[in-house]
Nanobody, 121 residues
């Protein structure tokens, strides 16, 4: 079994910072790409940040220069440092992990349950 758990969501004032964590655990052979998505009320889920196993990153234009994604491969954990937060960053943030449970299996996608980030103006 594989579990993906996010943490770190909170209520913060505009201009503030938060750090989200996403930990994958269980029967894991290797973790490939890890991604952060978010979904605001009434909106579609959108991709926020991506990090590969080698550390390459990519960001949505709306968060470039404010958010930083990183990972600890030894812990199968990904982080999202969010600075200069804006009310429009308010959303449930989801972690998506592409991994292999065994060497003879292909890549599978797992989602966390989400963590709420609320930015007040």
């Amino acid at each position: 079994q594989v579990q993906v758990v996010e943490s770190g969501g909170d209520l913060v004032q505009a201009g503030g910072s938060l750090r989200l964590s996403c930990a994958a655990s269980g029967s894991i052979f290797s973790v490939n790409v890890m991604r952060w998505f978010r979904q605001a009320p009434g909106k579609q889920r959108e991709l926020v940040a991506t990090i590969t196993s080698t550390g390459s990153t990519n960001y949505a234009d709306s968060v470039k220069g404010r958010f930083t994604v990183s990972r600890d491969n030894a812990k199968n954990t990904m982080y999202l440092q969010m600075n200069s937060l804006k009310p429009e960053d308010t959303a449930v943030y989801y972690c998506n992990v592409l991994l292999r449970r065994r060497s003879d299996l292909g890549t599978e996608a797992y989602w966390g349950q989400g963590t709420q980030v609320t930015v007040s103006s």
